[in-house]
């Protein structure tokens, strides 16, 4: 049993540039979506009337970082990697 845990974590241990790719993409748009945010909350404290507009492009960017979410997971559930 010690064997086939021992070769379980060496198999996950392999570069995939598949999963680095993913990963790289969900980092990114994580990224996109929490300046987003920022830029939405800096706009409210600076008491900007106009501070929905972000609302759009936070829609967006979930859309976008939840796909690139559930893109890695598949990718990581399928290939154990």
Avoid at 4 to 20: D, I, M, T, W
Avoid at 38 to 66: C, N, W, Y
Avoid at 72 to 78: A, G, P, V
Wanted: glycine content about 2%; charged content about 30%.
């Amino acid at each position: 049993m010690t064997q086939q845990l021992h070769n379980v974590g060496a198999e996950r241990s392999f570069y995939c540039p598949e999963k680095q790719r993913l990963v790289a993409f969900f980092v990114a748009a994580s990224s996109e979506f929490m300046d987003l945010q920022s830029q939405q909350t800096q706009a409210v404290i600076e008491g900007d009337p106009e501070f929905a507009r972000f609302d759009d492009l936070l829609h967006m960017a979930r859309q976008k970082k939840d796909e690139a979410k559930y893109a890695l997971i598949k990718h990581t559930d399928e290939h154990r990697c």
